[in-house]
């Protein structure tokens, strides 16, 4: 039996015994079993799926991130993460997600924009101004 972790910024999305985890890292899928040797590596964005000692699969679906195993502990850390008991839900809810990412994204750009054009102004104000010495 292992204990899995899913640690998010804000949270712990997952903390479980489990019997199996299976995760995709940059150089493709892997699976980690009780007697696994200890192991890191940096996970690609994808679906993580473990296994409960009642023989059950579970989904998670993460963002980039760093799996490390040692001993029984296998410890997850990623920016973002869903746990999802299908895969149809758990696509769902991750394009949920990223769709409120990409317009949160957008007004940060925009307020961005807006805070460079009012320097811009103000500095260019300033050379307007006749000096005095």
């Given at each position: 039996m292992m204990d899995l972790q899913i640690?998010?910024?804000?949270?712990?999305?997952?903390?479980?015994?489990?019997?199996k985890v299976v995760a995709e890292a940059e150089n493709g899928s892997f699976c980690l079993l009780p007697r696994h040797v200890n192991f890191v590596t940096s996970l690609a964005p994808g679906i993580l799926t473990y296994t409960t000692s009642d023989g059950r699969d579970h989904y998670a679906g993460v963002a980039d991130g760093v799996l490390v195993k040692t001993g029984s502990d296998v410890l997850v850390?990623?920016?973002?993460?869903?746990?999802?008991?299908?895969?149809g839900s758990l696509r769902e809810q991750v394009h949920q997600h990223f769709e409120t990412v990409d317009e949160r994204e957008k007004q940060a750009v925009s307020a961005v924009a807006r805070?460079?054009?009012?320097?811009?102004?103000?500095f260019l104000a300033l050379e307007e101004r006749p000096y005095v010495g």
């Open positions: 640690l998010l910024p804000t949270n712990v999305l997952v903390d479980v015994p489990v019997t850390s990623v920016e973002f993460g869903v746990e999802g008991h299908d895969l805070l460079e054009a009012d320097f811009v102004r103000r």
